[in-house]
């Protein structure tokens, strides 16, 4: 079992659709919880971090439930420029080390 | 000016040759690492420098070589390079290390994109 999966997608949304993306993780001594974004060709930039209680920002909201060991990402009034690969990041720390895991990335496309 | 700045972007060579990429940050981060993406876009941590010092290896093959001569620079050598070998690497810095979320924010430069012939 891959240690953060996520919903492989694609996503083909219109704009203005408000869209979710789940992702699950294996160790639950993980730390601390990430939704990085990747365009075509570039480097993955971090959207936002999630906390236990819930975030929110502008448009984006994510959600952490350490019990069921499981992150959300919810976007509403998709816009085309939110058309991106969706990244889900979990980091354990142990010692001396911490060690962020990428899941494999969700893709979304927003069309007109 | 750019936080974290990886050269040369682009590499293409021949299997068996020997090649070098570079990474810095002038983010004052003390945590320095290297990342591989293949070509179905998997991203998995290759390496990772505290402080000039390796603290994570994740059973990459021995032909991979990193150096951090100090904590902004975080260079990459492969030798005896292989068809496999191609992908994206991408070198990026956090704070630094902890429970906290702060410290494990990735920062992460424009990737250097390496084909092998």
């Known amino acids: 079992r891959k240690e953060v999966e996520q919903d492989p997608g694609p996503f083909n949304v219109p704009e203005g659709a408000t869209v979710a993306f789940n992702c699950t993780y294996s160790?639950?001594?993980?730390?601390?919880f990430f939704w990085y974004r990747q365009d075509c060709r570039k480097e993955p930039k971090l959207l936002m971090s999630?906390?236990?209680s819930g975030n929110e920002d502008g448009r984006f909201t994510a959600q952490l439930n350490r019990a069921s060991q499981y992150i959300s990402l919810l976007i509403r009034d998709s816009k085309l420029s939110d058309s991106a690969t969706y990244l889900c990041?979990?980091?354990?720390?142990?010692?001396?080390?911490?060690?962020?895991?990428f899941g494999d990335g969700t893709t979304l496309t927003v069309k007109p | 000016d750019t936080a974290v700045s990886q050269t040369p972007k682009y590499l293409v060579t021949q299997m068996g040759n020997d090649k070098s990429i570079k990474c810095e940050q002038n983010?004052?981060?003390?945590?320095m690492y290297w990342y591989k993406q293949d070509s179905k876009k998997f991203l998995k941590i290759m390496f990772s420098?505290?402080?000039?010092?390796?603290?994570i290896n994740e059973t990459v093959p021995n032909r991979f070589s990193p150096k951090s001569p100090d904590k902004a620079h975080l260079n990459l050598h492969i030798n005896s390079l292989e068809l496999g070998d191609s992908a994206v690497y991408f070198c990026?810095?956090?704070?630094?290390?902890?429970?906290?979320?702060?410290?494990?924010?990735?920062?992460f430069g424009a990737g250097s994109r390496l084909t092998v012939l």
């Open positions: 160790n639950s001594a993980s730390q601390s």
């Open positions: 420098y505290n402080n000039k010092e390796l603290i």
């Open positions: 983010l004052g981060h003390d945590t």
């Open positions: 990026a810095s956090s704070p630094g290390q902890g429970k906290f979320s702060g410290a494990n924010v990735l920062t």
């Open positions: 990041v979990v980091n354990k720390y142990n010692t001396n080390a911490g060690k962020s895991t």
């Open positions: 999630v906390y236990s």
